[in-house]
């Protein structure tokens, strides 16, 4: 069975809950979020939305999926349509929330409040950024780098050559595997840092 195809609308639900899954510096984050789609309102869906062509899921054994990589190859003018209408409606709903039931949910929340700001890589030769994310059952078997390759393909097509991303600097494993599909550090941050790797 091929284990890696194009995301389909009917992939949303997924999405969102293989994005709440792996949200705690890529453990599971459903024990620390009384909401469980704010994660994935700001991490996995507004790409799929905006590129879906850049969306890709793996999938497990049964079929299902249980594993994306999701990104964009322009990162200005994916900011600037968050900002002006993927954000708005969210913003207007997340504003009342006062309760979280950890300090990972009350930072989502103040991130999609906030929105994304204009960072620097994106201009620096890294336009395009991805964010990857894979449950246990499927982690360790070569589908990461699968994804990341299947990725790093449709990118250039649409005519970029670099990807920036961030991790958190709790997530070490994460920071092996970048290393390992040839990312560099661009930049150390408080919560982690920014890699970056070069196409062409
Ligand atoms: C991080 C993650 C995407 C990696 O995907 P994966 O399918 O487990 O990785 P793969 O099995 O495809 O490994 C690809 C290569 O990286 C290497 N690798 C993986 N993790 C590594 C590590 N921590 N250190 C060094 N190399 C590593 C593998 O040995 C393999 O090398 P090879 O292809 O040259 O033999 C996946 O484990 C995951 O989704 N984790 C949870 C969520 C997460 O942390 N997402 C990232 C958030 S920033």
């Known amino acids: 069975m091929q284990n890696i195809r ?11 809950s293989i994005c709440l899954r792996t949200a705690f510096a890529g453990l599971d984050g459903t024990p620390y979020f009384n909401d469980p789609w704010c994660v994935g309102h700001y991490y996995a869906a507004p790409y799929f939305f905006w590129e879906p062509d850049l969306c890709f899921v793996a999938l497990d054994e049964t079929g299902k999926p249980s594993g994306y990589i999701t990104g964009t190859s322009n990162t200005a003018s994916f900011t600037s349509w968050v900002q002006e209408t993927w954000l708005p409606p969210l913003q207007e709903h997340y504003k009342q929330d006062k309760e979280f ?15 994304p ?84």
């Open 6 to 16: 194009q995301a389909l609308p009917q992939d949303i639900p997924y999405l969102y």
């Open 101 to 115: 039931k950890s300090d990972a949910e009350e930072s989502v929340v103040k991130i999609l409040l906030k929105g």
């Open 117 to 200: 700001g204009q960072g620097i890589w994106q201009n620096l030769g890294y336009p395009a950024h991805l964010h990857i994310n894979l449950l246990p059952n499927l982690q360790g078997k070569g589908l990461g780098r699968s994804l990341m390759e299947t990725f790093f393909a449709a990118v250039l097509e649409k005519g970029a050559t670099g990807i920036h991303l961030g991790v958190d600097g709790r997530n070490t494993r994460a920071y092996g595997f970048y290393e390992r599909m040839g990312f560099k550090i661009l930049e150390q941050q408080s919560w982690g840092c920014i890699f970056g790797k070069t196409l062409v």
